[in-house]
């Protein structure tokens, strides 16, 4: 009986935590946000580390609210010339430090236990300007806690910022983002 009361009531709280609405954290140090940006000679792979991140949801009507945060400073292919690029010339990071996601809305179901499909709609905000987004995201719900993954494009570009590309390198004007992160009740 103990053991099976130890296995429920993980669940329950979890359950109540996604019922009652209440805030998810995010955490950083459980975060990564990669980019990939294609090109014809090679593929630039790279990374940015979060701020913060908090989640508030309510299952019954969809609407979801919080931020999360991240440094635009942190930003690193692993290339330091092409990396002085993108934080002077694309991201342009001194003046616009912050790179924002904030969601207003969940479309489908998150489950309490196991594997959800859901689409996030939100405002994406990079380079001093916001715009609507919807990301496709996985949640695995165990235990109260919530893995989430979502990979998505951002056309840049088409969003003010410069295309790197030169006379001899073409790169793509979307980049490609993945999130997986971390997230429990407060």
Partial sequence: MMKLMRLFLPLCVSAVLLAAGDSL????????????????????????????GTLRFDPQSGKASGELVVDAASGESGNAGRDQKMHAAILESTMYPEITFRPDRVDGKVAPQGRSQVQVHGVFAIHGAGHEILLPVTVDAAAGQYTVAATFEIPYVKWGMKNPSTLFLRVNDKVEITIHTVARGM
Avoid: C, M, W, Y
């Avoid at 955490?27 to 990939?36: G, L």
């Avoid at 000679?41 to 990374?47: A, E, I, Q, R, Y």
């Fill in 25 to 52: 954290v995010i955490d950083p140090a459980q975060t990564k946000v990669e980019f990939t940006l294609g090109s014809l000679l090679h593929t630039v792979h790279g990374n940015f580390q979060l701020k913060r």
